[in-house]
């Protein structure tokens, strides 16, 4: 599993003309999902999240992470771009990510994760759908984790 997060002021997730999700201040999760990903990337991926120090405190330092404030949101948006290969020339493949049944069942399990781990459910998007996201990135501040180049 790949994500990219942002630190965010809000967020908000439309489809159409409806919006489906939206968060005040906290992590916006963009969440790609591969064929060899299992549970474990999921456990690993929500820990690391949740426990990640991307928020400032007093000291103005990113020394906070959302285990500590409560009051923060997460919103996470399946997003299988985030596997695409440009090995061949500069149209994006897209072999590496999963299947879509299989995505979809990953992606709803990280969402159930993610809510025991903060009990309560992340905003999130709507599988499959054309969405447009808003955000206002705070910082900012994007980082890139992979659970399968955890040393990254």
Do not use: C
């Not at 990280?110 to 459910?121: D, E, G, M, Y």
């Amino acid at each position: 599993m790949r994500v990219v997060v942002q630190r965010v002021r809000r967020a908000a997730v439309r489809v159409g003309a409806e919006t489906i999700g939206e968060i005040g201040a906290g992590m916006l999760v963009f969440l790609g999902v591969g064929p060899e990903d299992a549970q474990a990337d999921i456990d690993w991926l929500v820990d690391k999240l949740v426990r990640l120090r991307i928020f400032e405190g007093t000291d103005g330092r990113m020394d906070l992470a959302l285990a500590d404030l409560p009051e923060h949101q997460m919103m996470v948006i399946s997003q299988f771009t985030l596997l695409g290969s440009l090995k061949k020339g500069t149209r994006p493949s897209f072999h590496r990510a999963a299947p879509p049944a299989l995505a979809e069942a990953l992606y709803e399990a990280f969402i159930a994760a993610v809510a025991k781990s903060r009990k309560v459910r992340p905003a999130s998007g709507r599988f499959g759908a054309d969405m447009q996201i808003l955000a206002e990135n705070d910082g900012p501040v994007t980082l890139i984790i992979d659970s399968k180049a955890r040393a990254f």
